[in-house]
């Protein structure tokens, strides 16, 4: 399809291990956001990239997060020695930019369970 | 980070009913304002967007606007169980950053 892709839709890891998310976006679209969703909360904003730089990444936690984005496309957010408080759903969104800046389009999203 | 604010419901409707969601947010600042929809188990989806005072409609739903009191809300008209789902209210912070509430959860009732 033409929509968000993401992959894994499911992770299950161990406390300590290092996982790659991985988020393909619309063809096209320059802007590219991870979220990260917990149980019966909203979307919380990790991290923005608008061509291959990350031009906003107030929302990483901590430096064990890390995403990258080399051509401008596809990007992959990086967790290294996972704890259990990262169990998740990481959302990807992307937007086409001006003058459309705030209409996100989500992929399904990559459940993250840290045992 | 800047706040945005909503009631987590569950908000209950019956069918055919109007359903009222509403959202405050902190930053006076924000300029654009967005509705989501996320079914259970789904992804968020927009179905509104708005950056004026005031109303704008499409179809069934309504979004108005009002910066002087940092309010924002959706109207749904004639509500069907369909439209059961978590409403999201998003708020832009800076120029490319939106900032999601809590969500409020509807039900509507057949």
């Known amino acids: 399809g033409a929509g968000v892709s993401q992959t894994p839709s499911n992770k299950v890891t161990e406390k300590g291990k290092y996982v790659e998310l991985r988020c393909d976006p619309i063809s096209g679209h320059t802007a590219l956001y991870w979220y990260r969703q917990s149980l019966g909360q909203g979307p919380e904003f990790l991290i923005y990239f608008q061509g291959t730089g990350a031009a906003d990444d107030s929302g990483l936690p901590n430096d064990r997060f890390f995403a990258v984005r080399p051509e401008g496309s596809v990007s992959t957010l990086k967790i290294q020695r996972t704890e259990r408080g990262d169990s998740a759903v990481y959302l990807c969104?992307?937007?086409?930019?001006?003058?459309?800046?705030?209409?996100?389009?989500f992929g399904e999203g990559s459940r993250l369970t840290v045992l | 980070q800047k706040e945005v604010e909503q009631n987590s419901g569950p908000l209950s409707v019956p069918e055919g009913a109007i359903a009222s969601l509403n959202c405050t947010y902190s930053?006076?600042?924000?300029?654009?304002f967005f509705w989501y929809r996320q079914y259970s188990g789904k992804s968020p989806e927009l179905i509104m967007s708005?950056?004026?005072?005031g109303d704008k409609e499409d179809g069934r739903f309504t979004a108005q606007l009002n910066k002087a009191s940092q309010y924002v809300s959706l109207l749904i008209r004639d509500s069907q169980p369909s439209d059961s789902a978590t409403y999201l209210c998003?708020?832009?912070?800076?120029?490319?950053?939106?900032?999601f509430g809590t969500g409020t959860r509807l039900k509507v009732l057949a």
């Open positions: 708005i950056y004026s005072n």
């Open positions: 969104a992307s937007s086409p930019g001006l003058p459309r800046t705030g209409e996100l389009f």
């Open positions: 930053d006076r600042g924000s300029q654009s």
């Open positions: 998003a708020v832009n912070e800076g120029t490319y950053k939106y900032i």
